[in-house]
């Protein structure tokens, strides 16, 4: 875990808000920035 302890709040949000599966808001957000970092990576330097 990261020394914030992000994580407890995240799962804390996933049972929550009813969001166990492989879907969900988090799971956009990481596959928006991974896209993004993904991108910026690909442009030529």
């Known amino acids: 875990m990261s020394d914030e302890g992000y994580e407890m709040q995240y799962i804390k949000e996933a049972f929550e808000?009813?969001?166990v599966?492989?879907?969900g808001p988090n799971v956009n957000e990481f596959e928006k920035e991974l896209a993004a970092r993904l991108e910026q990576?690909?442009?030529p330097h």
């Open 17 to 19: 808000s009813n969001w």
């Open 21 to 23: 599966a492989p879907l």
């Open 41 to 43: 990576n690909m442009q």
